[in-house]
């Protein structure tokens, strides 16, 4: 079966192909797409830029080009070479060239988490499977952004993660799996999010192990009754978290993350001030 796997260039992006790529190995990666896309909230809401700064900034230029001999986890270049799998930042997804540099990498399914570009019909026809999402809420109620950070406003006791088949609906698609963790509410959001994406690994790769059987699942569809879609976030929202006593991050946990890129005995970055 021929993957390709979109996500985003980003610390919980690099966490998940750590989980993913080695539990692929019966299966043929043609290929990693990343993307790179900033929202202007994201460099204006001040949470959102210290969010910026903890998942993409710090890591991508102070963590993951250190990675390598040693390291539990490695970043995007180490992934590339150790799994001989080009690994790519692609800008756009809609249109004729973006189909066509699809269609090339021979794609039979195509597996995508956390990756902030929306694919149109005529592209989502192409792998022959299809294409599946790895979503970091229970879905149908959490669709949307920032998933994690709404569930535990609206007071759940668990952090979901649906898996579901790509349609043209944002998060709509029908469901073939959900999974969850309990909720911690004295640790940091960003580490638990981290944890998130990797719980949907054995259902992807028994999806994969289907489909090269020509067993495709149709999954469950949803209920889009019950369905809510939530965009960036506001300031109200994050002064809520700090309400209910859940850091945005949290140092202790963060720099744990963080480690497990490095080398052992290696520095880490200077942090911000949680």
């Known amino acids: 079966m021929n993957v390709l796997v979109c996500t985003k ?11 993913l790529l080695p539990a692929l190995h019966g299966h043929r990666v043609v290929g990693v797409w990343l993307s790179d ?3 202007p909230a994201e460099r204006e809401l001040p949470e959102l830029a210290l969010l910026h700064r903890l998942e993409r900034t710090l890591p991508l230029q102070q963590v993951f080009p250190r990675s390598g001999d040693g390291a539990e986890l490695m970043g995007f270049e180490a992934l590339a070479r150790r799994f001989a799998v080009p690994v790519q930042v692609v800008p756009e997804v809609i ?3 973006a189909r066509a540099r699809l269609a090339a990498t021979g794609a039979e399914l195509v597996v995508v988490a956390r990756f902030s570009q929306l694919f149109d019909a005529a592209t989502l026809a192409l792998p022959r499977c299809g294409m599946v999402n790895v979503h970091p809420g229970r ?4 669709a949307g952004l920032h998933a994690p950070l709404r569930s535990v406003l609206a007071g759940e006791a668990d952090l979901g993660c649906s898996v579901h088949w790509i349609t043209e609906g944002i998060d709509a698609g029908p469901l073939l799996a959900r999974h969850a963790v309990p909720v911690q509410p004295h640790a940091g959001l960003l580490e638990q999010i981290a944890g998130l994406y990797p719980l949907a ?9 289907a489909c090269a059987a020509g067993r495709r699942p149709a999954g469950e569809p949803q209920d889009l009754g019950q369905r809510r879609y939530r965009s960036l976030p506001d300031r109200s929202e994050f002064a809520a978290l700090r309400q209910r006593g859940m850091p945005l991050w949290q140092e202790a946990g963060y720099s744990g993350l ?8 290696a520095a880490l970055p200077a942090l911000p001030s949680p």
């Open 95 to 97: 249109g004729e060239p």
């Open 139 to 142: 879905l149908p109620r959490f």
């Open 258 to 265: 963080l480690r497990r890129f490095l080398p052992p005995g």
């Open 9 to 19: 260039q980003d610390l919980h992006g690099a966490v998940f192909l750590n989980a």
């Open 37 to 39: 896309s900033v929202r």
């Open 201 to 209: 690994v054995p259902t992807l790769v028994e999806l994969a192990d």
